[in-house]
C-alpha cells in the first residue's frame, strides 16, 4: 500500500514494495509498500525498539528484506551495484559512527571509495561547518575529542556532502541540543528541496515529524502478527496518516 | 665423522622420570597445587610420544605413499582443530576453512622443501616429509589461530564503524582491507620475531635434535635456514588464506557484513 499524499505524480526516486522486514529469526513488518517522489520528506513513526532502524537498514540493504524489493529510480540495487546503490541511498545512523582519525579524514574517506563520483567539496564544508557551529579549527580535531552532538554534527555533514538520492536518517538529531536540532532540520529540508532528494526519517520525537515531514508512517500498522502470519494479513491496515 | 649417537637405556628414562619428581617437590612443598596436573602431564607426554614413536616406526616399515599422506591429513586435521579452538570467536564453516587452509599451504611448503630444495627420493620419504610438515603446522596452526582471532575480534568489535562504511558505498574489500591487513600481521609476527632471535636467544629445537644425533653443527644449521624460511613462507601463505576464507564467508556477495555467523568461543 503507498502512502497517500504523494507530492506530485513525479516518477518516485525510491520505491520499496511489499517489504517484509525481520531481524534474524523475528519478523517485524508485513507489506511495507512506499513511493518517495523527489523533494519529498517522510517520516517513519513508532516507539522506540518497534524496528525504525532494522527498517532502514533493510531499505539501505545492510540487511536482506525476508521478502520485498527495494528500488532507486527503478533500478534494482542488484543492477546497480550495491556500493553504489548505498551511496545513492544513504544511512546515518542514529549513533554517529566515525572512524580513528581527524574529522577531516572521516570527511574524506567515503570520497575515496571506488563508488564515489566528484571531489570533496571543500567550499561546502565550510559553508555546513559554519550553519551547524562547528569551527574551521573541528576539522583537524581527533574525532574522540569530540562531544557526542558534536560527532553527530559531523556525521550529518559527511552525508550531505555526499549529495545522496535519498537519504536515511535514524533519529538524525537525538544528540543535538534544541538549536543544533534546529539547524539540522533547516540543513535537510533545504537540502531536500534544493536538490530534489528524498529522505526518511525515523523518529520517536512526537513533533519532529510534524516539523520535518509532509506526511508519515505509521509503522505499528505494518506490525507482523507473528512468525505465523499468513502472507498478506496487513492488507487492511491502515494506510499512514500524516501527521498533522 | 660424527660420533655414534648413544642408545638410551630404559634405566636411562628412569633417572629422566626422577627429574619430574623435582617438579613435583617443587610444586608440593610451596604448596601450589600442581601435582596432579603434573603426574597427568607427565603420563600423558609419555603415552603421547611413544604412540606416536610406534606409528611413526609403523609408517616409515611400510613405505608407502598412502599411509604417508594418511599421516600427514591426520596431522592436518589434528592442527586445525586446535587452531580454530584457540581464538575468543569462531563461526559456523571456521573449521574446514582452517583444515583447507593447513593442509595446502603446509603440503604446498612441506613438498616444495623436499622436492625441490632437498631433493629427496622418493619423494615421500617419512624421515623428511613428517618432521617437516609437523614443524609447518605447529607453526602454522599459530599463525592461523593468531590471523583467526584478530580478524573475528576487529570485524566484532568494530562492526557499526564497517557497516557505516558499507553505507557510505564502500565496497565490501573496502570495508574489511583493514581489519584483515592487521589479522594478516598478527599472524606473523611470531614466525618473524623467531627469525629475529633464532640463534641468539633459542636453539631451534629441530637442529638441537640432529646435532645431539651427531649431525655436523653446519650441516644442521643449513638445514635449519631453510626450516626458518620454509615456516615463514607457510605462515605467511596460512594467513593470506584464513583471512580471505573468513573474509569470503563472512561479507556475502550483497557487501554485507554477516556479523551473527560470529559467536563466542564456549569456555
Redesign the interface.
Known sequence: MTVPGALSDAAPLLTVKDATVGAGPVCLFEGVSLALVPGELVALKGPSGCGKTTLLRSVAGLIDLVRGEVRLEGRAPEEMGWPAFRRRVLLVHQQPVLLRGTVRENLERPFQYRAADGEFPEARVSALFEQLRLTPEHMRRDVRNLSVGEQQRVCLVRALILEPAVFLFDEPTSALDEEATASAEGLIRDEVARRGAGALVASHDPVQPARLCRRALDLPSFASSGAGAAAGSNEEAPHGEPSH | MASPVIELSPVDLAVAAALVLVAGVVSFSLRLGLERRLAIGAVRAVVQLLLVGVVLKFVFGLDSAAAVLGLLLFMAVAASVAAVRRPARRYRGGLWRAFLTLSVTGLLTTFTVTGLIVGVEPWYRPQYVIPLLGMILGNGLTGVSLCLDQLLETLDERR??I?????????RW?AARDALRAAVRRGMIPVVNSMMVVGVVSLPGMMTGQILAGADPLGAVKYQIVVMFMLAAATALGCVFIALLTYRRLFNA???LAI?LIREQQE
Open positions: 557499526h564503524e557497516e557505516m562504511e558499507l553505507a557510505h558505498g564502500a565496497t573496502e550483497r557487501h554485507q551473527a
